[in-house]
T-cell receptor, first 113, second 112 residues
Framework: KAGVTQTPRYLIKTRGQQVTLSCSPI?????VSWYQQTPGQGLQFLFE???????NKGNFPGRFSGRQFSNSRSEMNVSTLELGDSALYLC????????????FGPGTRLLVL | DAKTTQPPSMDCAEGRAANLPCNHS???????VYWYRQIHSQGPQYIIH???NNETNEMASLIITEDRKSSTLILPHATLRDTAVYYC?????????????FGKGTKLSVKP
């Protein structure tokens, strides 16, 4: 079974721009979560989508948004990029059932200049 | 904030068992203990989880104390490829609803 895939793997943007990252979950998984990883803050939960609905949300500003499509693929958008948004963005999928674990993708490394 | 406490770093000789401790003294009755690891610049990888019984799979063993306030992840024969940051997480849902709370983890260095 193919794992979680994320595109693009690397991205360079400038301040003020916006960016869209994509995540394809493991086949059959209906839950997709997004995390941000920085050296200072570590791994932090952004939000989770299940069956096209945002089910859980972390403590991030409204510049960070996401959506999920009917095929469970998910996109994350960051508007008005700031230097501090430079990070590894990780996507994880799960079946969405209680106690089922998450499987992470390789991440998208975003550099904001 | 993370509900677990782990040593920031540990060394282990190749071929020896690596024992990684984790304290979770405020764990609730419905919370499981999960272990993930992250090899440099890759996404975290699930290792094992348990509620109160010891667990073993092809990657590792998990020993949970009877009072559930601490646990130990055991890699029986560590290899150089086991060098990674290991995260201990307590969660009632296992991350099935996202919102895993990662602490700083333990950086395990396996040395030849």
């Amino acid at each position: 079974k193919a794992g979680v895939t994320q595109t693009p793997r690397y991205l360079i943007k400038t301040r003020g721009q916006q960016v869209t990252l994509s995540c394809s979950p493991i086949s059959g998984h209906r839950s997709v979560s997004w995390y941000q990883q920085t050296p200072g803050q570590g791994l932090q939960f952004l939000f989770e989508y299940f069956s096209e609905t945002q089910r859980n949300k972390g403590n991030f500003p409204g510049r960070f948004s996401g959506r999920q499509f009917s095929n469970s693929r998910s996109e994350m958008n960051v508007s008005t990029l700031e230097l501090g948004d430079s990070a590894l963005y990780l996507c994880a999928s799960s079946s969405g059932q209680i106690k089922e674990t998450q499987y992470f993708g390789p991440g998208t490394r975003l550099l904001v200049l | 904030d993370a509900k677990t406490t782990q040593p920031p770093s540990m060394d282990c000789a190749e071929g020896r068992a690596a024992n990684l401790p984790c304290n979770h003294s405020t764990i609730s009755g419905n919370e499981y203990v999960y272990w993930y690891r992250q090899i440099h610049s890759q996404g975290p990888q699930y290792i094992i989880h348990g509620l109160k019984n010891n667990e073993t799979n092809e990657m590792a063993s998990l020993i949970i104390t009877e009072d559930r306030k601490s646990s130990t992840l055991i890699l029986p024969h560590a290899t150089l490829r086991d060098t990674a940051v290991y995260y201990c997480i307590v969660s009632p849902t296992g991350g099935s609803q996202g919102n895993l709370i990662f602490g700083k983890g333990t950086k395990l260095s396996v040395k030849p």
